[in-house]
C-alpha cells in the first residue's frame, strides 16, 4: 500500500481547493463544482469553524478530503460538527484513506471538546462506510429543501 498523509488545510493552501473543484470526479463521482473566487478560499480557509483536511500521497498530491463544519447549537451541547463531505480518488479506495480522514476528525473534535458530530448519507454505500467508521442512524430525514436568495 502506498503511503498518505493526512493535513488540514489553512491560509495559503487555495490552489489546493481549486484543484480538488478541477478533479471532483474522480474524488466524489460528481460533476465538477465552480472554485471559490481566491478571496472566498482565502476566508474559507482563514474560518476557525471549517476544518477541511486532505490525504496526500508521498508526492503531496491529493488522494483524498474530509470537509466539516464547527456548528454553534440553541439547545443542549453548544457545539457539534456538521460532517459535510468526504471524497478519495477512485484508486485510492479500500485502502483506509477515508478512515484515516475520518479519524483526524474524530480527534480535532476531542481536541477542541466537541462530542456531537453527524453526517447526511444519501445512498447505501456511503451509510455503510459510516457504519463501519462508528455512526448509526439517530433520525431520518425526510427531504432537504434549498433555495437562492
Known sequence: MSPFTIRRLGPGDEAALAG???DETDFTDE???PPLSPEAARAYLADPQVWHWHA????GQPVGFLMAY???RRHGEALDVMFEE???REAWRRRGVGRALVAALHEQMRAQGIRGVWVAADNEG???FYRACGYE???LQGVILSRTV
Not at 496526500?56 to 508526492?59: R, S, V
Request: proline letters at 5%.
Open 86 to 88: 468526504i471524497g478519495v
Open 70 to 72: 464547527v456548528h454553534r
Open 31 to 33: 460533476a465538477p463544482s
Open 137 to 139: 442512524v439517530d433520525e
Open 126 to 128: 456511503a451509510q455503510a
Open 56 to 59: 496526500e500521497d508521498g508526492q
Open 20 to 22: 480538488l473543484a478541477a
